[in-house]
């Protein structure tokens, strides 16, 4: 069990590119989730996924932003046309179980820059 | 719709001395609530968590929490800080049994003096 990881931990990049992130949760973790923070803020829930199904996704979750995992293992989450008001720290999690019993695993979190 | 307020946005506490991290939180049910700790760019780890039964919840590190339904309070306490507890802590109420989707307050950093 070598945990959630996540890559890149640092991006910095110009307003108006595209950037990706990758989850690789806990192997044969079911629930995969996605949450963005701002400094001073607690993580604000953005999308989840079970298996390969996009459950939920967030109103913050703009037209700007997709999320993916097609295979039911990794997860990527792009950001298209990038505005310095995405500037955070994204933060992936995953469990076994839809109950709340199971506990929530997150990863070390990426954070973004947008100059 | 639900909510969680962390009163305090910065403690100090002296090593040894206790510890009470304040939370309330507005839910229509029954509530799944959380701590969380966070350490300077790092991922959240899960302190400890209350479904039901008892009130009074262990965690790791020694951290406990009352859960008090008239009071909308789920408070964090340590009866003695270590320096290693300097971080960022978070309180969380889980939407039904969706544990993962959790609204999260803005956090308490906590600072300990030698």
């Known amino acids: 069990d070598t945990g959630v990881s996540q890559d890149p931990r640092h991006k910095i990049t110009k307003r108006g590119q595209n950037v990706t992130f990758r989850c690789d949760p806990i192997s044969e973790h079911n629930r995969l989730y996605w949450y963005r923070q701002t400094l001073g803020q607690g993580p604000e829930f953005l999308t989840y996924f079970q298996n390969e199904a996009q459950l939920e996704k967030s109103r913050l979750l703009s037209d700007r932003f997709s999320a993916e995992r097609p295979k039911g293992s990794f997860s990527t989450l792009e950001i298209q046309r990038t505005e310095q008001g995405d500037s955070a720290m994204y933060l992936c999690a995953s469990t076994s179980g839809a109950g709340a019993g199971n506990t929530i695993y997150f990863g070390e979190g990426s954070w973004l820059t947008v100059v | 719709a639900q909510s969680v307020t962390q009163p305090d946005i910065h403690i100090t506490v002296s090593e040894g001395a206790s510890l009470e991290l304040r939370c309330n939180y507005s839910y229509g049910a029954t509530p799944y609530l959380f701590w969380y700790v966070q350490s300077p760019g790092q991922g959240l780890q899960l302190l400890l968590k209350?479904?039901?039964?008892?009130?009074l919840v262990q965690g790791i590190k020694g951290f406990e929490a009352e859960f008090k339904r008239s009071q909308s309070s789920f408070n964090l306490r340590k009866p003695s800080v270590h320096w290693s507890d300097a971080a960022e802590y978070f309180c969380a109420v889980g939407a039904g049994t969706n544990a993962g989707k959790s609204t999260f307050g803005d956090g308490t950093t906590l600072t300990v003096k030698p």
């Open positions: 209350y479904f039901s039964g008892d009130t």
